[in-house]
């Protein structure tokens, strides 16, 4: 998606890693926490936590190179399915599991929150 975007233009592939960014900070501390929790030694959390950012730079690498002679049709294809899955992901995963519990509604509230600040990102940057 990153690398996709940075062949049709540099700045929306800076907004979709920024718009990435807030959502892998919080799995990286849950399993930093998960890791300390199997008493995992503290430089090894540390040099895991640093490999999870391994195939990110991957992945973005390939889909840049991948796609950058492709028409633009491509690549705005690609960009839309992968969007497709991103959102199939959240209704079906994400949105269920904020309606549970006691904090339903202010896990409602980050949700949307979450969506107007990619939102907000995506039109102000």
Sequence with gaps: MIGTGS????????????????ADIPEGF???ATFKAQNIARSTRIL????????IFLGATLGYWAVR??????????????AGILLTIVIEEIVPEAH???EA??????????????????VYL
């Design 7 to 22: 062949t049709i233009d540099l700045s929306l592939g800076l907004v979709l890693a920024l718009g990435q960014t807030p």
């Design 69 to 82: 002679g492709s028409s633009e049709v491509v690549k705005f294809g690609l960009l839309a399915f992968t």
């Design 100 to 102: 549970r519990g006691k």
């Design 105 to 122: 509604e202010l896990a409602a509230l980050a949700l949307v929150s979450g969506f107007a600040l990619f939102g907000f990102i995506t």
């Design 48 to 55: 895991l936590s640093l490999s999870f950012a391994v195939p």
């Design 30 to 32: 849950a399993t930093i």
